[in-house]
């Protein structure tokens, strides 16, 4: 039922059925539907979010995460868990914490037998299986396929 006036809009809308990522970052295998999705991921490879929090210290690349991330700080959480007392400002992290309670993992991955929770865990795991490492050091030659871990390993060019 998706109705656009713009061709390059039902295009990208298509896509999402389909599953072509016509757009591929130069920096490691990821590839994108979007041009605006491309460009949002190279960010994570440039360290680039110049969207911030004035309450914490979080910071993004994309305006509507800031958006989304916004009601952490506000006493209105209005989805609660029928089994245990949370409660959190957006449905999206209900969803996730229900799983717990249930135990479902509904991210398989193809090369073992790892289920996750969550599909970003997923994207980390199959790491081990591409041998990607997106996150580099500028000081040196150091690579990893968690940025936690580029965090942890600058410290010792201090």
Do not use: W
């Not at 245990?84 to 479902?104: E, S």
């Not at 970003?120 to 081990?128: A, K």
């Not at 990893?144 to 942890?152: E, M, N, P, S």
Request: net charge positive.
């Amino acid at each position: 039922n998706y109705k656009t006036v713009r061709q390059s809009d039902l295009a990208l809308h298509v896509r999402i059925h389909t599953g072509h990522k016509p757009f591929e970052c130069s920096e490691c295998n990821y590839k994108a539907a979007g041009k605006g999705t491309l460009v949002r991921h190279m960010h994570t490879h440039t360290g680039y979010k110049p969207f911030e929090c004035a309450d914490c210290n979080y910071k993004t690349a994309c305006k509507s995460d800031l958006i989304r991330h916004l009601p952490t700080h506000t006493a209105d959480k209005p989805f609660e868990c029928a089994e245990c007392n949370y409660k959190t400002a957006q449905k999206c992290n209900l969803v996730l914490h229900m799983r717990t309670h249930t135990g479902d993992k509904p991210f398989a991955c193809a090369e073992c037998n790892y289920k996750t929770a969550r599909k970003s865990n997923l994207v980390l795991h199959m790491r081990t299986h591409t041998g990607e490492k997106p996150f580099e050091c500028a000081e040196c030659n150091y690579k990893t396929a968690h940025k936690g871990h580029l965090v942890r390993h600058m410290h010792t060019h201090t």
